[in-house]
């Protein structure tokens, strides 16, 4: 099982997936099969003011869906030409959208077989993207309506463009990236947030020096989009996008950059004439913008707003749902994971109440760093039972600690994880259960998860405790 900031994939183009390292690989439009029974037969439809929609999914988890593909729609009607200087061209997408893996794999393999284990794709000759629901993020539809409006305003919707040399793919996804990204405020859905899962990617990979200095990240080719750094590019696109949105200098010279290389010009060229011919400067001035994104308010922090858990992301399957201002998850035979991404941190408090009906719950930590697997620790509770165990990869998970509390079920419980100093501690109903060294430097990576369980969660915070993170270096005078 894997952590990934998925987003679709473009048939005729690339394939794009879970962030944490699904293939990703160019492909070109291909003809359909019409061999055998068709799969989007018995889907239903629903039919938006911008998009038509095809699901199996839950009739409500439809609905809503379709309702914020429109207002994602409308947003960047207004927001994207601000940035272009050129308006949204209509478009009429459609959405095929399979509640299982398993269905959307059927489908993928008789019509984009190359893409059978990726998150979903984009196929252009169709204006059509087909993903499935769960392990998939709500930023992955957006993130590929955005490529359907740049096919129409570069008249390409089968990504031709990005064989081109010095085709700036940073553009082009980073667009992608920055429009998918959203915030709930005051109940509604806001576009071209700050993103914390790219946020976090990059912190790490400035804290580790792995970040790719922009004059590799100008010339990138599709490669560097898949596989084991995936994550950090897909991230570092976002990251520039929004220094040049958030730099009134370089937002100006914006809508020419994309004038010039919609006309034809070089991407490395017409990125020199219109933002700067020195990229070392650039370059300086880039990485401190991106350090002062990471600055953390002091005190606790609500992961939950009771409302809504749009900002999280399902993993492996279960029934998660708002009940009565809490999360009510229903699993089944397997592991089910709710995560989300915050910012980096070395030191914190994780709080939340649990009631457990039955099986297992636990807590989840992690981190998103492109060069490890992103879950670190999981603390099970189950009945008179609390287990830290620390997780290497998908299939090497060791126990660190198994203690036997008495842990009253179908009663709220108060569960605190804190790291601090070397030490992770668990508290449970007030008593303290596991104590045990720590060594990984930063956490970004917070959720809960269900093992052939049924649980509710209520309260899930989390503040920084000492030490702080370290300071980032001086920024540049800008």
Same mark, same amino acid.
């Given at each position: 099982?894997?952590? #990934?900031?998925?987003?679709?994939?473009?048939?005729?183009?690339?394939?794009?997936?879970?962030?944490?390292?699904?293939?990703?690989?160019?492909?070109?439009?291909?003809?359909?099969?019409?061999?055998?029974? %068709?799969?989007?037969?018995?889907? @239903?439809?629903?039919?938006?003011?911008?998009?038509?929609?095809?699901?199996?999914?839950?009739?409500?988890?439809?609905?809503?869906?379709?309702?914020?593909?429109?207002?994602?729609?409308?947003?960047?009607?207004?927001?994207?030409?601000?940035?272009?200087? #050129?308006?949204?061209?209509?478009?009429?997408?459609?959405?095929?959208?399979?509640?299982?893996? %398993?269905?959307?794999?059927?489908?993928?393999?008789?019509?984009?077989?190359?893409?059978?284990?990726?998150?979903?794709?984009?196929?252009?000759?169709? @204006?059509?993207? *087909?993903?499935?629901?769960?392990? &998939?993020?709500?930023?992955?539809?957006?993130?590929?309506?955005? =490529?359907?409006?740049?096919?129409?305003?570069?008249?390409?919707?089968?990504?031709?463009?990005?064989?081109?040399?010095?085709?700036?793919?940073?553009?082009?996804?980073?667009?992608?990236?920055?429009?998918?990204?959203?915030?709930? $405020?005051?109940?509604?859905? @806001?576009?071209?947030?700050?993103?914390?899962?790219? /946020?976090?990617?990059?912190?790490?990979?400035?804290? +580790?020096?792995?970040?790719?200095?922009?004059?590799?990240?100008?010339?990138?080719?599709?490669?560097?989009?898949?596989?084991?750094?995936?994550?950090?590019?897909?991230?570092?696109?976002?990251?520039?996008? %929004?220094?040049?949105?958030?730099?009134?200098?370089?937002?100006?010279?914006?809508? $020419?950059?994309?004038?010039? /290389?919609?006309?034809?010009?070089?991407?490395?060229?017409?990125?020199?004439?219109?933002?700067?011919? %020195?990229?070392?400067?650039? &370059? &300086?001035? !880039?990485?401190?913008?991106?350090?002062?994104?990471? +600055?953390?308010?002091?005190?606790?922090?609500?992961?939950?707003?009771?409302?809504?858990?749009?900002?999280?992301?399902?993993?492996?399957?279960?029934? !998660?749902?708002?009940?009565?201002?809490?999360?009510?998850?229903?699993?089944?035979?397997?592991?089910?994971?709710?995560?989300?991404?915050?910012?980096?941190?070395?030191?914190?408090?994780?709080?939340?109440?649990? @009631?457990?009906?039955?099986?297992?719950?636990?807590?989840?930590?992690?981190?998103?760093? =492109?060069?490890?697997?992103?879950?670190?620790?999981?603390?099970?509770?189950?009945?008179?039972?609390? +287990?830290?165990?620390?997780?290497?990869?998908?299939?090497?998970?060791?126990?660190?600690?198994? #203690?036997?509390? =008495?842990?009253?079920?179908? &009663?709220?419980?108060?569960?605190?994880?804190?790291?601090?100093?070397?030490?992770?501690?668990?508290?449970?109903?007030?008593?303290? *259960?596991?104590?045990?060294?720590? =060594?990984?430097?930063?956490?970004?990576?917070?959720?809960?998860?269900?093992?052939?369980?049924?649980?509710?969660?209520?309260?899930?915070?989390?503040?920084?405790?000492?030490?702080?993170?370290?300071?980032?270096?001086?920024?540049?005078?800008?």
């Amino acid at each position: 099982m894997k952590i #990934e900031d998925m987003r679709g994939i473009r048939r005729g183009l690339i394939a794009t997936c879970f962030v944490l390292l699904l293939p990703h690989s160019w492909v070109f439009a291909q003809q359909h099969s019409n061999s055998g029974a %068709d799969l989007t037969a018995n889907l @239903r439809i629903y039919t938006t003011k911008h998009f038509v929609l095809k699901s199996d999914s839950p009739r409500q988890f439809a609905e809503d869906l379709g309702t914020k593909l429109d207002i994602y729609y409308e947003q960047l009607g207004e927001m994207l030409p601000k940035i272009l200087g #050129e308006p949204v061209q209509a478009i009429r997408a459609s959405v095929i959208l399979f509640e299982k893996q %398993d269905d959307y794999q059927k489908y993928a393999n008789r019509n984009a077989p190359q893409l059978v284990n990726n998150g979903g794709f984009y196929d252009g000759a169709t @204006r059509t993207i *087909v993903t499935y629901r769960y392990n &998939n993020s709500l930023q992955l539809y957006f993130h590929e309506i955005l =490529h359907a409006v740049m096919g129409e305003l570069f008249k390409d919707h089968y990504f031709l463009r990005y064989s081109k040399k010095h085709w700036p793919i940073w553009f082009d996804e980073g667009l992608a990236e920055y429009f998918g990204s959203f915030e709930l $405020r005051d109940g509604t859905l @806001r576009f071209g947030a700050r993103n914390k899962t790219k /946020i976090a990617y990059l912190l790490n990979a400035l804290h +580790t020096k792995s970040f790719v200095n922009l004059p590799q990240m100008l010339t990138a080719l599709s490669d560097q989009y898949s596989g084991a750094t995936m994550n950090l590019y897909y991230a570092e696109a976002w990251g520039l996008i %929004d220094f040049l949105v958030h730099h009134e200098r370089y937002r100006k010279a914006l809508p $020419r950059f994309f004038a010039a /290389i919609k006309a034809g010009r070089d991407g490395y060229e017409a990125f020199q004439e219109h933002f700067s011919s %020195d990229l070392t400067d650039l &370059n &300086n001035r !880039w990485r401190a913008h991106l350090w002062s994104l990471g +600055t953390i308010t002091e005190g606790w922090q609500d992961l939950f707003d009771g409302q809504s858990i749009d900002g999280w992301t399902v993993h492996e399957g279960g029934q !998660w749902s708002i009940q009565q201002g809490q999360i009510d998850g229903r699993g089944n035979e397997n592991y089910n994971y709710l995560i989300r991404s915050e910012l980096p941190r070395t030191s914190f408090t994780f709080s939340l109440d649990i @009631r457990l009906e039955e099986g297992t719950a636990g807590v989840i930590l992690g981190n998103n760093y =492109h060069d490890e697997y992103p879950y670190y620790y999981l603390v099970d509770i189950a009945h008179n039972q609390v +287990t830290l165990r620390r997780a290497f990869s998908a299939t090497k998970i060791t126990t660190v600690r198994d #203690e036997h509390p =008495h842990i009253p079920s179908k &009663n709220w419980l108060p569960v605190s994880v804190s790291v601090a100093n070397d030490r992770l501690r668990v508290w449970v109903n007030g008593q303290l *259960v596991v104590d045990e060294p720590e =060594h990984k430097e930063r956490y970004s990576l917070f959720g809960v998860y269900l093992y052939q369980g049924r649980a509710r969660f209520r309260n899930l915070r989390i503040r920084n405790e000492p030490p702080t993170p370290p300071a980032a270096p001086a920024t540049l005078e800008r």
